[in-house]
């Protein structure tokens, strides 16, 4: 059964840096997809990163190029998200989910399984 846990959220002042980690348990994930999407209140899940676990191909929202990162831990089954230069509009519950496949998906309805999510808050 596979399972998906986040940690790593939390509370941060604009500018401030925080990350994201997504232990991933259940199966081998070689030939998965691994994202990260987020959700604000009253707002849609959106696509924030995604990581191809087999080769390391990775592809961004254009809200969070050149200050977000993700990677990967193979040894570790964990997935990463590294966030830099937060803002107050990065505030959101942020998600862990996976998809059998090479094709990095933006739509939530693409990915079979999701974590619980972390809340991240963003002060200004």
């Known amino acids: 059964q596979v399972q998906l846990v986040e940690s790593g959220g939390g509370l941060v002042q604009a500018g401030g840096s925080l990350r994201l980690f997504c232990a991933a348990s259940?199966?081998?994930?070689?030939?998965?997809?691994m994202g990260w999407f987020r959700q604000a209140p009253g707002k849609e899940r959106e696509f924030v990163a995604a990581?191809?676990?087999?080769?390391?191909?990775?592809d961004y929202a254009d809200s969070v190029k050149g200050r977000f990162a993700i990677s990967r831990d193979s040894a570790k089954n964990t997935v990463y998200l590294r966030m830099n230069s937060l803002k107050p509009e990065d505030t959101a519950v942020y998600y862990c989910?996976?998809?059998?496949?090479?094709?990095?998906?933006?739509?939530?309805?693409?990915?079979?399984?999701w974590g619980q999510g972390t809340q991240v808050t963003v002060s200004s």
């Open positions: 989910a996976a998809k059998y496949g090479p094709i990095i998906d933006y739509t939530h309805d693409r990915y079979t399984y």
């Open positions: 259940g199966r081998t994930f070689s030939n998965y997809v």
């Open positions: 990581i191809r676990w087999s080769g390391g191909s990775t």
